[in-house]
T-cell receptor, first 114, second 113 residues
Framework: DVKVTQSSRYLVKRTGEKVFLECVQD?????MFWYRQDPGLGLRLIYF???????EKGDIPEGYSVSREKKERFSLILESASTNQTSMYLC?????????????FGQGTRLTVV | QQQVKQSPQSLIVQKGGISIINCAYE??????FPWYQQFPGKGPALLIA?????SEKKEGRFTISFNKSAKQFSLHIMDSQPGDSATYFC????????????FGTGTKLQVIP
């Protein structure tokens, strides 16, 4: 069974802290993504990676960075957490292909910044 | 910039009724249109998908209708059941190896007995 695992379901962090969100997939997928999900705004792409050590900005990269040192692991970093980064964060992975492959999502990390 | 517009934001349907969710897109380079279903506490999961060379795709009670000229597509859930209560996202992606998917804003569906 395919699996994308996010390290935490719930996190509470203080403003200004550096926050790491970890994601691991066991499907040998080339592509990995980080989205944030907010009510009324849907899923917005923060960053994605199509290979180890490769990364591309998504639609809302400000305030975030990512790291992909191994194929199976994709980390999202909040350099200095702010209250407007309180959100649900979803990691996903997919095969590299012709554009019609399925994205597999983790269960999400609900981050609260206080 | 919202490239995929989805409506309604929420929907209440009686059991046995038809649920209809509509989406419109702007980017004519999109060539793959999946729908994802998300239950509370879970990540989204692929429900059904269509490519623009067909006007309709049906899988069980779920049907996608696609209108390429109008740049619109919709999800129809026939004989809606309480177990269909979830948030539904339409999405679109363009050709290429990255599979960057653009999602709509989501529709929260509640099917009442």
């Amino acid at each position: 069974d395919v699996k994308v695992t996010q390290s935490s379901r719930y996190l509470v962090k203080r403003t200004g802290e550096k926050v790491f969100l970890e994601c691991v997939q066991d499907m040998d997928h080339e592509n990995m993504f980080w989205y944030r999900q907010d009510p009324g705004l849907g899923l917005r792409l923060i960053y994605f990676s199509y290979d180890v050590k490769m990364k591309e900005k998504g639609d809302i990269p400000e305030g975030y960075s990512v790291s992909r040192e191994k194929k199976e692991r994709f980390s999202l970093i909040l350099e200095s957490a702010s209250t407007n980064q309180t959100s649900m964060y979803l990691c996903a992975s997919s095969l590299r292909g012709a554009g019609d492959t399925e994205a597999f999502f983790g269960q999400g990390t609900r981050l609260t910044v206080v | 910039q919202q490239q995929v517009k989805q409506s309604p934001q929420s929907l209440i349907v009686q059991k046995g009724g038809i649920s209809i969710i509509n989406c419109a897109y702007e980017n004519t380079a999109f060539d793959y249109f999946p729908w994802y279903q998300q239950f509370p506490g879970k990540g989204p999961a692929l429900l059904i998908a269509i490519r623009p060379d067909v006007s309709e795709k049906k899988e069980g009670r779920f049907t996608i209708s696609f209108n390429k000229s109008a740049k619109q597509f919709s999800l129809h859930i026939m004989d809606s059941q309480p177990g269909d209560s979830a948030t539904y996202f339409c999405a679109a992606s363009s050709p290429g190896g990255y599979q960057k998917v653009t999602f709509g804003t989501g529709t929260k569906l509640q099917v009442i007995p």
